[in-house]
């Protein structure tokens, strides 16, 4: 069992930053991408930015690549964060880190096993 704790949500004004954390804890042998998602009530939940654990390869979707960062700490802690940049309102959202075996460019929802709660990003 995998258990993910998310921190750094919160509101700011267009134009601003904030990071994202997200810690992987528990049985993470098997957690080799970590990746960042959002969710909009009554849409789909939708992948934001994934990296490999073990080696550089990143994915971002279109709409934040240029603005976000995703990064990782030492493979072994499975801590990555998400900054984000230049922030607009259409960010807005909940923000969900996981872990999937494996990477895939692009990546599947379906692949990402474990979840955290969810973190709140709010752009004004």
């Known amino acids: 069992h995998v258990q993910l704790v998310e921190s750094g949500g919160g509101s700011v004004q267009a134009g601003g930053s904030l990071r994202l954390s997200c810690e992987a804890s528990?049985?993470?042998?098997?957690?080799?991408?970590m990746g960042w998602f959002r969710q909009d009530p009554g849409k789909e939940r939708e992948p934001v930015a994934t990296i490999y654990l073990h080696g550089p390869m990143t994915w971002y979707a279109d709409s934040v690549r240029g603005r976000f960062a995703i990064s990782r700490d030492n493979p072994k802690k499975k801590i990555v964060y998400l900054q984000m940049d230049n922030l607009k309102p259409e960010d807005t959202s909940i923000y969900y880190c996981a872990t999937a075996r494996g990477f895939r460019d692009p990546p599947r929802t379906r692949d990402f096993k474990s979840w955290g709660q969810g973190t709140q990003v709010t752009v004004s």
């Open positions: 528990g049985n993470t042998d098997d957690a080799t991408c």
